[in-house]
C-alpha cells in the first residue's frame, strides 16, 4: 500500500491533470483568453508542453478550436475563463454544434467552496451551455478531472461528433490529487447500418443516380468509400458543407454547379451525412419521384421535411463500404448519357459564369477576385469564407480538391467565425496556403485575430471583398421593400491600415489587374497579411430567397 507521503508526490494540481489528458489525446494547442480563473490549466500545459494560443476574444478561441478541428478532423480544444467568457464563447459554440465540429471547451469556474456567496464572476454555466452542446458537466472532484477531460474529448469525436463542455470550479482545479486518463480508444469508424441490400439494389438498378454528400462524411472519413461508391455506380457527385472536397473538384463524376438539374431529375438518389434542412430546400432539391437513401450516423430528425424511403444509420464508412460491395454488379456505363447530361448543365452553368470572372470593373465585380485568387492557390490550399454575398460567390467557384480545404461558419451562419478557424487551420498546417475570404461587414467582428496571427506568426492571407455595404442584407431588403435600412458600411474604408498597425503584411487594391500582384506579395511576407480589395456594390448576388 502506497504511503501517504508517495501518493502526496504523485499528486498534480487540477492544471496539470487537465493537461494530461490533453496530451493523452494528441493535443497540442490549447485556444484560449486569459482569466484567472485558467491559470493553473495554463501551468499545467506549460509542464506538459502544449502551446497555448491567446487570442483576442472568447468566440475566436472557440473558432480557433474548431478550425483546427475542421483541418485535422483531430479533437480542438478551448479554454474559456468564467462567466464573461463562457458567455462570449456562447455563438462559436452554437455554430460547432450544427458542424458537428469534435470540439471539447473547457471553463474556468468560481470556487465551489464560496458557491452562492457571490464571487466574481459566478454563473452555472452549464443550464444555458447545454442546449449548444453534446454534453456539458461540471467537474467538482479533483480526483476525477483526467478521466473527464479525456471522456469528454473522446465523446466529442464519437459520431456524431460535436462539441463538448465541461467546467472547473477554482478550488477543484487549484488543488491536487492523483488522476489517470483512460487509455485513448482512436477513430471509432461505427457499425454497418441495417438495410444495405434495399439500399444496395436501388442505387444499383437506378438509371439515373446521384449522390449528395455533407459535413457527416467529412467527419466519418468517408471520402475512399464515396468515390469508390459513385464510380461503381457511374452516380454524379455533389458536395457541401465540410463534405466539399471530398471528391476532387476535377474528378469526373464531380459537379457543383448543375446540383438542381442531377437531385431532381435522379431516380435514386443517395443523401450522406447531411440534414434535408434549408440547404437540400427542406427535402425539396430532390425531385418529387426520386427515391431517396438517407444515410447518417443520427437517426433523421427532419421527417416533417421528408421522409426517405430507405433511411441508414450507422457508422457512414463502413455502411458506404458494404452499399458498394453489395452494389459491385452495377454497370457504371449504363449511365453514362445522365451523367453526360448533367455534364453539360455543368459546363453551361460554368460558361455563364466567364463574363463575370473576367469583368474589369473599378471597384472590382466580386467574381473578378475569384479568378485572380484561382491562379494563385495551390491545390490543397485552405480557404475560408465570412461574410455575406462575397462569400456566396466564393461558395460557388472556388473548387475544392482536397477534403478539409473548405470552411466557413456553416447552417448557423455566424459571421465572424473566419479568422479564429483560419488561426487554427492554419496552425494545423503550417505549410499550406490558407486563404481567408471576408466581408467588410463581416471583418468587424473578428479582425483583432489580425493581432492574434501577428504576436504568433500565423500567416494566414487576408483577402476583404470591400463592397462598403451589408450586401447580403442591403439587396434583399431593396429587393422587397425599395429601399434598406441598417445595411450601410462606410465605404473604403482601409481596413488594410488596421492590419498593418496590427503588424500584419497589407494592401489596398483597387484596380483588376492590381490584384494578382498584391496576392502573391500577400503569400511571399511570410507574415499575415489583409488584400483589401474595392468591390462594386452595385453588383447583386442572384439569390432565390436568404430569409427561410
Ligand atoms: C453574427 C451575425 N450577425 C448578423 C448576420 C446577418 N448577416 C448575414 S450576411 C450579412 C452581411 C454580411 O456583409 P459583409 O460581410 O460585408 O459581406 P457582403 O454581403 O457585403 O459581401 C449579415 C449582416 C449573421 N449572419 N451573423
Ligand atoms: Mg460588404
Redesign the pocket.
Known amino acids: 500500500m502506497a504511503t501517504t507521503e508517495e501518493t502526496a508526490n504523485k499528486a498534480q494540481h487540477g492544471g496539470r491533470l487537465v493537461a494530461k489528458a490533453l496530451r493523452s489525446r494528441g493535443v497540442e494547442h490549447l485556444f484560449t483568453l486569459s482569466g484567472g480563473h485558467l491559470f493553473s490549466i495554463y501551468d499545467g500545459c506549460k509542464e506538459e508542453g502544449i502551446e497555448i494560443v491567446d487570442v483576442r476574444h472568447e468566440q475566436a478561441a472557440v473558432w480557433a478550436a474548431e478550425g483546427y478541428a475542421k483541418a485535422t478532423r483531430k479533437p480542438g480544444v478551448a479554454a474559456l475563463t468564467a462567466g464573461p467568457g463562457v458567455t462570449n464563447g456562447m455563438s462559436a459554440i452554437a455554430g460547432a454544434f450544427y458542424n458537428r465540429s469534435p470540439i471539447t471547451i473547457l471553463g474556468g469556474r468560481a470556487p465551489e467552496m464560496r458557491w452562492g456567496s457571490g464571487s466574481l464572476q459566478e454563473i452555472d454555466h452549464v443550464p444555458f451551455v447545454e442546449p449548444l452542446v453534446k454534453s456539458a458537466a461540471t467537474v467538482k472532484d479533483t480526483a476525477e478531472i483526467a478521466a473527464r477531460v479525456a471522456e469528454a474529448i473522446d465523446h466529442s469525436m464519437a459520431h456524431p461528433s460535436g462539441p463538448t463542455f465541461l467546467d472547473f470550479p477554482m478550488d477543484t482545479v487549484f488543488n491536487a490529487a492523483e488522476s489517470e486518463p483512460s487509455g485513448d480508444p482512436g477513430f471509432q469508424a461505427g457499425d454497418i447500418a441495417d438495410g444495405i441490400e434495399e439500399a444496395a439494389k436501388l442505387l444499383a438498378e437506378a438509371e439515373r443516380p446521384a449522390i449528395m454528400a455533407g459535413t457527416g462524411l467529412y467527419w466519418a472519413r468517408g471520402e475512399d468509400e464515396l468515390r469508390a461508391l459513385a464510380e461503381a455506380l457511374g452516380a454524379p457527385v455533389f458536395l457541401n458543407g465540410m463534405g466539399r472536397g471530398c471528391l476532387p473538384a476535377d474528378h469526373e463524376l464531380a459537379f457543383s454547379r448543375a446540383r438542381g438539374h442531377g437531385l431532381k431529375e435522379a431516380d435514386v438518389a443517395l443523401a450522406i451525412g447531411l440534414p434535408l434542412d434549408f440547404r437540400l430546400g427542406f427535402g425539396g432539391s430532390f425531385g418529387e419521384e426520386t427515391k431517396l437513401v438517407w444515410l447518417d450516423s443520427a437517426p433523421n430528425d427532419l421527417h416533417r421535411n421528408r421522409t426517405p424511403d430507405v433511411e441508414l444509420v450507422g457508422g457512414i464508412k463502413p455502411t458506404l463500404a458494404a452499399i458498394g460491395e453489395a452494389a459491385a454488379g452495377a454497370d457504371p456505363s449504363r449511365t453514362a448519357s445522365w451523367v453526360a447530361a448533367v455534364r453539360a448543365t455543368e459546363d453551361l452553368k460554368r460558361a455563364g459564369e466567364q463574363e463575370d470572372l473576367n469583368d474589369d470593373r473599378a471597384p472590382l465585380h466580386p467574381m473578378r477576385i475569384y479568378k485572380e485568387l484561382a491562379e494563385v492557390l495551390d491545390r490543397d490550399a485552405i480557404v475560408i469564407g465570412d461574410?455575406?454575398?462575397?462569400v456566396s460567390y466564393a461558395g460557388k467557384v472556388v473548387p475544392t480538391y482536397e477534403p478539409g480545404t473548405w470552411m466557413d461558419p456553416g447552417p448557423f451562419g455566424c459571421l465572424g467565425a473566419g479568422p479564429g478557424q483560419a488561426i487554427g487551420a492554419k496552425i494545423a498546417h503550417p505549410d499550406r496556403q490558407v486563404c481567408l475570404l471576408l466581408?467588410?461587414?463581416a471583418f468587424g467582428f473578428s479582425g483583432m485575430e489580425f493581432d492574434t496571427m501577428a504576436r504568433h506568426g500565423i500567416p494566414v492571407v487576408g483577402v476583404i471583398?470591400?463592397?462598403?455595404?451589408?450586401?447580403l442584407e442591403h439587396h434583399p431588403m431593396m429587393f422587397l421593400y425599395g429601399y434598406s435600412v441598417a445595411a450601410k458600411?462606410r465605404p473604403e474604408t482601409r481596413y488594410d491600415q488596421i492590419a498593418e498597425a496590427l503588424g500584419c503584411h497589407a494592401e489596398i487594391v483597387r484596380e483588376p489587374d492590381e490584384l494578382k500582384p498584391a496576392l502573391e506579395r500577400a503569400f511571399e511576407s511570410g507574415k499575415p497579411a489583409l488584400v483589401n480589395v474595392l468591390t462594386d456594390p452595385e453588383v447583386v448576388y442572384p439569390r432565390k430567397s436568404n430569409l427561410a
Open positions: 461574410g455575406g454575398d462575397f466581408g467588410d461587414g471583398g470591400n463592397n462598403g455595404i451589408w450586401a458600411l
